[in-house]
């Protein structure tokens, strides 16, 4: 069972920095920004999220405590720039596995972490896999 938690905890790395290195996250987090800036609001997003597998990868259960908590701030200022149910649904998943992220770093649980993570990275897919649709319907 570790071999297996550790080829996914390797394969998460590997695709985080991946992702990093294509949308080129900052390495500052603003967090000041206004909700009505998606663009601010998805790069600190992102910039929590590289902070988060850095943690995972390190184990360090206080940042990764931390940094769930700064995304979770994060995350909830975008519920009111999307009504679409789908897309609300999606945001909800997001909040509940970045508690997740948080409880098993609570608990030194990095298994329970690593996993909440990956379906929290799941959870950005979808839901950019709405947006995309709903951007091609208009």
């Given at each position: ?20 290195g ?43 405590q931390?940094s769930?908590?700064?995304?979770q701030?994060v ?6 720039n ?57």
């Open positions: 069972m570790k071999f297996h938690l550790t080829i996914v905890a390797g394969i998460v790395v590997v695709v985080g920095s991946f992702l990093m294509i949308l080129g996250a900052d390495e500052k987090s603003p967090e000041n920004h206004k909700a009505s800036d998606p663009a601010t609001v998805m790069k600190d997003k992102l910039h929590h999220t590289h902070v988060l597998l850095t943690s995972l990868a390190q184990e360090d259960f206080a940042a990764l931390e769930s908590q700064k995304l701030r995350a909830r200022q975008q519920w009111i999307n009504p679409s149910p789908e897309y609300r649904a999606q945001l909800q998943i997001f909040w509940t596995t970045l508690q997740g992220i948080e409880s098993g770093a609570e608990r030194k649980e990095i298994e329970d972490a690593t996993l909440a993570y990956m379906q929290m990275t799941l959870a950005c897919v979808k839901c950019h896999k709405i947006i995309r649709r709903e951007q091609r319907r208009s």
